[in-house]
């Protein structure tokens, strides 16, 4: 089956890094997404990787391993508005995202 | 401003009752979705449509029924077959162009309880 393991809940400072892992299994493979979801609202796009390697954007960089079907959300410089979900989402060979549950980041001042 | 409006915000169903979340989109895209999220789940999706008159079912269409006559337009109706049907309801477009990324823009949600 199709399946996308992510932490539940994460707790970091304010100011500091965090890294959120995310590991996926899907039927063919066509990409990997990182969205931001605070509560109550929309998810929001944050990133893609269909290639190996790290993407940097800002304080968010989201990164890639194909063989080991694994990515990882790095989040710098942490503000209290990060407080959120982050919700990792792969494409599968019928290009449908499987979503996995998110994780809830909580930020402490 | 483009984006994807769904309405209402806030809906309850009585038992026995069809219900019908409007979700409407002026980003002249293609492909719209229908997702259900529930505490602790990924989102699940339900119906989806990439062309005007036709749509998909999704991995949890039982229950459900959509319609597609107009690009902007993409109602979903939560049906009395529905037995648990209390859950935050997402819509969602993206273009057919990009469907290599499919990188999907998401309407504010309907939050759906029963009486």
């Known amino acids: 089956g199709q399946n996308i393991d992510q932490p539940t809940e994460m707790t970091a400072t304010e100011g500091a890094i965090v890294q959120i892992n995310c590991t996926y299994q899907t039927s063919g493979f066509n990409g990997l997404f990182w969205y931001q979801q605070h509560a109550g609202e929309a998810p929001t796009f944050l990133s893609y990787n269909v290639l190996d390697g790290l993407e940097e954007k800002g304080r968010f960089s989201s990164f890639l391993s194909r063989s080991k079907g694994y990515s990882y959300l790095l989040l710098k410089e942490l503000q209290m508005k990060d407080s959120a979900s982050y919700l990792c989402a792969a494409l599968d060979s019928n290009y449908q995202l499987i979503w996995g549950a998110g994780t809830k980041l909580i930020i402490k001042p | 401003d483009g984006g994807i409006t769904q309405s209402p915000k806030y809906l309850f169903r009585k038992e026995g009752q069809n219900v019908t979340l409007s979700c409407e989109q002026n980003?002249?895209?293609?492909?719209m979705y229908w997702y259900r999220q529930d505490p602790g789940q990924g989102l699940r999706l339900i119906y989806y449509s990439q062309i005007v008159n036709d749509f998909q079912k999704g991995d949890i269409a039982e229950g459900y029924s959509v319609s597609r006559e107009k690009k902007e337009s993409f109602p979903l109706t939560v049906t009395s077959a529905q037995k648990n049907p209390t859950a935050f309801y997402l819509c969602?477009?993206?273009?057919?162009?990009?469907?290599?990324?499919?990188?999907?823009?998401f309407g504010a949600g309907t939050r759906l309880s029963v009486l």
């Open positions: 980003l002249n895209h293609d492909a």
């Open positions: 969602a477009s993206s273009t057919l162009g990009e469907i290599a990324k499919n990188i999907q823009y």
